[in-house]
């Protein structure tokens, strides 16, 4: 089974500067997806980035980029630029990408970590 | 295009009940998945319907069942309500099961046992 893991519970960034979250994981498989969720006070999961492991290159989406080391099973998200709407918890997901049986298609979470940006 | 919705948002219930949750998925989407996070255990995988038929289904105790109608819409039931059942429980939609579609969250229902 895999696991994610997030070492960080909490954090902290003063605006307008960056910060990166870290999230390993565990896999015996090559081939997968993984994700950053965002998690406001208002509890909507929002999709923030996802990289697919054949995938090299690192995924970006504006102020957001992944730092993914396929080798290493690390997948660390920074975020530039913070603004005082990032704040939110953040987590890490994995889903393999291949059906082998119940549940393969489900998100693994990690435990998040929670993120505040200070004025 | 509306987003998924869950209702209700809250939910009280006393221990021994039963409650039922609703999820209806962006339109045009098939898969609908759900979800359980408490703090303590996080997030963790409920199960999966696609096209009236649960896929895939996550450790969790037979109190707890789904099902999907022919509009996509789901369900959820719980019954003979725990007090470690209380949660905030996400459904989630995607255009079809399989690894490279994105899942979109709906708001979540806050069940509370007492």
Request: charged share 15%; no cysteine.
């Given at each position: 089974a895999q696991t994610v893991t997030q070492s960080q519970p909490e954090m902290s960034v003063q605006e307008a500067e960056t910060v990166t979250l870290s999230c390993t994981y565990d896999t015996s498989e090559s081939d997968y997806y993984l994700f950053w969720y965002k998690q406001p006070p208002s509890r909507q999961m929002i999709l923030v980035i996802r990289q697919e492991a054949y995938k090299q290159q690192n995924a970006t989406e504006n102020r957001f980029s992944v730092n993914f080391q396929k080798a290493a099973k690390s997948f660390s998200l920074k975020i530039s630029d913070?603004?005082?709407?990032?704040a939110a918890m953040y987590f890490c997901a994995y889903r393999s990408?291949?059906?082998?049986?119940?549940?393969?298609y489900q998100l693994t979470f990690g435990k998040g970590t929670k993120l505040s940006v200070i004025p | 295009k509306a987003g998924v919705t869950q209702t209700p948002r809250y939910l009280i219930k006393t221990r021994g009940q039963q409650v039922t949750l609703s999820c209806s998925p962006i339109s045009g989407h098939r898969s609908v998945s759900w979800y359980q996070q408490t703090p303590g255990q996080g997030l963790q995988f409920l199960f999966e319907y696609f096209s009236e038929t649960q896929r895939n289904k996550g450790?969790?105790?037979?109190?707890f069942s789904g099902r999907q109608f022919s509009n996509s819409r789901s369900e959820m039931n719980v019954s003979t309500?725990?007090?470690?059942?209380?949660a905030l429980y996400l459904c989630a939609s995607s255009?079809?099961?399989?690894?490279?579609y994105e899942q979109y969250f709906g708001p979540g229902t806050r069940l509370t046992v007492t």
């Open positions: 913070s603004q005082l709407g990032d990408s291949i059906y082998s049986g119940a549940g393969s | 450790n969790f105790p037979g109190r309500l725990e007090l470690g059942d209380s255009f079809t099961s399989g690894s490279s």
